[in-house]
């Protein structure tokens, strides 16, 4: 028994230039609103942009986008659609409101439908909003896309940093390419940046902490004009290298 | 349609198989089709027939369907799938990615969404039959 989806991924992937998956080793660190702020800022800029929610059993990139009446176009697979300039994909269009409570199996097998179906056509950056962790996700988009590239997340928390310390460490024993670490939530002083030039990677750059952010939830023009999206927009060197 | 998709990697996966077992001439080509997914079987077909490319002119290709069997994994009864009792929208969710049926499927006896696709999830390549490149 073959899988045939397998054979056409790298079809599907091979007109985007880059692919950046946005991950952490824990949850709450602002992955979807970086991921969310980091595609709209590079639509604005004219680039060519999809975004991938592959947070498939908590995903929240629709709600930060506010993507509500809109559904993929079946062309021979399916064509994303493009809200706020950008190409969204979620798996949200298909599972609605409900909980969809998904195993390690069953969680490739929805990854490589979605991989097989989705025709992204031209991009020149294609960001994945990644679920926490170094479980089935970071696996298998490792397995699966080519160059894929790391941008990690931490706070200037000792427990958000030790979970990365573990990612950057496995993704460097896989040889897989990591933009650099972000630090997000940043209030008063930390060690991260030291922390993460002892791993010998990048430090991106520091996000303040913003209270007012999640006002800008469902905003994504005002989300655009917030001190956040200014903090991300600087980390864009790194990614336009 | 998303049939279309498939297809196509049917395609490439046979042409890539065979090249890599040495058949040079590929006569039949058995594909298994879940029942859950709800592929339109002529749509399905005709881009297979569209898609296929010289060397795969004189191929067969049989499709089965596979009944779709679930597992709860709390309480171990087994069930066939069956669209009945779903509305149109969720059917159609399912048809694109089996995998949602986690959020509309409970299993009938304890009610617990936590359940495994024994069989008959999406779509398969049963078996390619051919002749040897020496053949």
Known sequence: MIDPRISVIQDRIKSIEKIIAVSSGKGGVGKSLIASTLSLILARKGYKVGLFDLDFTSPSTHLILDVEELEPVEDKGIIPPTIHGLKYMSITYYSTGEAMPLRGNEFSNALIELLSITRWGNLDFLIVDMPPGIGDATLDIIRFIDGVKFLVVTTPSILAFETVRKLVKMLKELGVSILGVVENMKTGTSSIRQEVSKLGIRFLGEIPYDPKIEEKIGNAYELLETNFANSIEKILVYLED | MHE??????????????????????????????????????????????????VELRDTEFKIEVDKTKLRCRVCGHEWFFKKEGFGEEILEAIHFLPEVSHAYVKCPKCGSPDFEIVSGRGIWIDSIRGLGEND
Do not use: C, D, N, Y
């Open chain 2, 4 to 53: 279309w998709a498939l297809a196509e990697s049917v395609i490439k996966t046979v042409i890539e198989t065979a090249k890599k077992e040495g058949i040079g001439r590929i006569i039949e080509v058995k594909i298994k089709i879940g029942e859950m997914q709800q592929l339109e079987h002529e749509i399905f077909k005709i881009a297979l027939t569209q898609l296929k490319p």
